[in-house]
Each structure stands twice: as structure tokens, then as C-alpha cells.
């Protein structure tokens, strides 16, 4: 785990705090993109993205997603996609990833939906503590009929693109949507700390070098 020192360190500046939620929706949308093309996502990472959407506490974005250490996998991918680095899969998570980012924004504006949402979530959680675990199938079976019901009616919706025979199965349809949600959240602490497009085609430069500061921080922990 990380020191308080760390912590407090990463919290310090908007730019940090933006890198960190660029990661976790970028590690958001990877699982996205690996579900539907094999049916399988790590574990750990989707544990960390499914609990941040249990975390109340949205100021300290560290804490949201537990530690910086945890979102390693959105780190290296971000730094590749901010870099310029050859990725087999690239345009698919932007692609993904500036969905989430457009739907964000068109949510801020759903106050009904907003507390739809939040009310909704209320419920799941005590479900997950019934359970004992936020990963648990008919958690986040929950989570995907609430994303269902809600985000999936804002147009336009996000298509998944992949082999038919694993988005044809619940477990994996439900978990892409449940992931779909929590790349939500971490859309909103990114427009929260002063995140958008234009943040990403002037400030790349910048970014990349705070994803890469992240990166050492995370390899220490």
C-alpha cells in the first residue's frame, strides 16, 4: 500500500487526478473490449473498477479505486495510447472510451436518471453486502440491468463490437454493461478535475508525462 505521503502527492493537482481517472476508464473499457473478444477479463482489475462504483467518496480519487497500484493495467495502456505506441487494439478503446465521455455529459443533464441511478446503486450495494462480495453474478447482474434501464436509453449508445458467441452469453453481457457503468464514474471524475476532448488534443503531451510519474509511483508500491 501506498504511504499517506504518496497519497496525498497524487492528490495534489488536477493533473494527477485527471491521469488517474483517464486510467480507469481506459481499464475499463480494456475489459470491455477483451470480454467480447475472448470471454475473459483479469479478475483483480475487474474488482477494482465493479467496487469504485461502491465508493462514495469521489474528492479522493485514489481511494476510489483503492490504490494507484490497482489501476496498473489503465496506466500502461493510457501511456501507450498517449504516446503514440503501436496498439493492435487502440482505435477500439478510444473509440470506446470517447463514448463514455460523450455520454457522461449528456447524463449530467438527466436529473431523473442521475437519481435513478443513485438509487438504484443504494440497492445493489446492500445486495452486495448480502452476498459479501461486489462481484458476486447477481450483483453485477444488477448493476447491468440498471445501466440497461438507464445509460443504454441515452443515444448514442455505445456498441460493442466482438464474437457473437461470448456477447451472447449473460455472464459476459451483464459484465460489460456493469463495466460500462463504472467507465461512467470514472468519466465523471475525469470532467469533474477538468477533463474533456480538448484536454486530450492540447494537453496530451502533458498528460503523458503525469500517466508516466503514476506509472514509477505504482512500481514502488
Known amino acids: 500500500m501506498p504511504n499517506s505521503t504518496q497519497i496525498h502527492a497524487t492528490r495534489a493537482t488536477a493533473q494527477a487526478n485527471r491521469a488517474i481517472a483517464l486510467a480507469a476508464m481506459v481499464q475499463s ?6 470480454i467480447a473478444r475472448t470471454g475473459l477479463c483479469d479478475e483483480d482489475d475487474f474488482n477494482t473498477i465493479i467496487q469504485s462504483l461502491f465508493t462514495e467518496n469521489s474528492e479522493d480519487i485514489v481511494r476510489v479505486y483503492g490504490d494507484i497500484h490497482q489501476l496498473q493495467t489503465g496506466l500502461h495502456i493510457s501511456e501507450k495510447l498517449l504516446g503514440g505506441s503501436q ?20 447524463l449530467g443533464k438527466k436529473k431523473e436518471m442521475l437519481t435513478a441511478i443513485s438509487d438504484g446503486m443504494t440497492r445493489i450495494k446492500k445486495q ?22 438507464t445509460i443504454s436509453t441515452l443515444k448514442p449508445s455505445i456498441i460493442v463490437r466482438g464474437k457473437p458467441e461470448h456477447l451472447k452469453q449473460s455472464i ?3 459484465r460489460v454493461r456493469a463495466l460500462l ?11 469533474k ?8 488534443l492540447i494537453g496530451r503531451k502533458k498528460l ?11 512500481s514502488k508500491i
Open 181 to 191: 457503468l463504472a467507465g461512467i464514474r470514472a468519466a465523471h471524475l475525469w470532467h
Open 193 to 200: 478535475h477538468g477533463g474533456g476532448h480538448l484536454r486530450l
Open 128 to 149: 452486495s453486502e448480502y452476498f459479501g462480495r461486489v462481484t458476486h453474478e447477481s450483483v453485477i447482474g444488477g448493476i447491468a440491468d440498471l445501466y440497461g434501464s
Open 87 to 106: 496498439m493492435e487494439r487502440a482505435k477500439p478503446l478510444m473509440t470506446y472510451a470517447a463514448g463514455l465521455i460523450a455520454l457522461e455529459k449528456k
Open 208 to 218: 503523458h508525462q503525469e500517466i508516466e510519474k503514476l506509472i514509477k509511483l505504482a
Open 172 to 174: 459476459n453481457t451483464n
Open 29 to 34: 473499457v480494456s475489459m470491455v473490449d477483451r
